[in-house]
């Protein structure tokens, strides 16, 4: 007799800040893979800007969880007020990052995305 396997339910509206900033990592990456040595400079800001508009999209998208606690995948992922907390502190440093580095780098003529 074989034992049924039941998969919990996930809600993919808790996951969205998550999903952004990966999906941000890899067009990042894609993005230093195709980019030749002579364009670097351009790519770096397009990498500057292309983070800034995810960053901000995934503390826009907080805004859809805030409301209450949510729990995700059994119970096994959790969205209280603390962790909503936590993740705007870390991608409002993010993007801050972002911003200062960008005049930095491109004034030392090294490529942003790397």
Known sequence: ???????????YIVLIPH????GLSVVLLLVDALTKRGQSVAAGATGATLSMIGYGAALVSLYFIYGERQTTGGGMIRFDYLAIFFLIVMLSTA????????NFVQLQGMSLIE
């Open 1 to 11: 007799m074989v034992p049924q396997i039941t998969f919990p339910a996930i809600n």
């Open 95 to 102: 993007l801050l990052t972002v911003l200062v580095s960008a």
């Open 19 to 22: 999903l952004i900033v990966v």
